[in-house]
């Protein structure tokens, strides 16, 4: 008897398969990449009309004074956290060991979670220094736990005060 597409069952190359959804999934992040930085600088490209010539293409644009105030007091905040971070880290290593041997990652990487709630380039920066289940931990604490007392704190605490229960759901969603 024979077994219809029996062959294309053979020929089934499960790390084939896995490698070339890998690579279509980086294709359409690239691509949306792509379209965030072309409507970001679309954007940009419209403020500046409209703060150079005067003429407001589209309206409801929030005013680049305002956007640039919240950019520089996001840029502060995570200006410090580096210093920070290395002080920290300096003050309270041992402590970070013990802390890292129950759960199996290193002093570098219990730090680099500690950071994250600054920003998540602060995990990328001592990346190399963390060992592997350090990696994939901080990683996926990046996922929901980063920026919470960084950027988004400041953001929300600035603009909406009512919204401090996102904070609390983004530290409880781990």
């Known amino acids: 008897m024979k077994i219809p597409y029996l062959k294309y069952v053979l020929r089934f190359n499960a790390k084939k398969t896995v490698k070339s959804l890998i690579l279509s999934t980086e294709k359409v992040y690239n691509v949306f990449g792509k379209l965030i930085v072309s409507l970001s600088s679309v954007g940009l490209l419209l403020q500046g009309i409209n703060v150079i010539f005067g003429v407001r293409l589209v309206s409801g644009l929030a005013p680049l004074s305002e956007s640039t105030v919240i950019v520089v007091k996001i840029a502060l905040v995570l200006g410090g956290a580096y210093p920070m971070l290395a002080l ?52 996926a604490f990046g996922v929901s736990g980063a920026f919470v007392f960084g950027g988004q704190l400041g953001f929300v605490s600035g603009v909406a005060p009512e919204m401090i229960a996102f904070i609390i759901s983004k530290l409880t969603a781990e």
Do not use: D, H, Y
């Open 88 to 139: 920290i880290n300096r003050i309270f290593k041992n402590i970070f060991e013990k802390i890292g041997e129950k759960f199996g990652i290193n002093s570098v990487s219990v730090a680099g979670i500690l950071g994250s709630l600054a920003s998540n380039l602060l995990i990328f920066g001592t990346f190399k220094e963390m060992n592997p289940k350090g990696k994939v931990v901080c990683t």
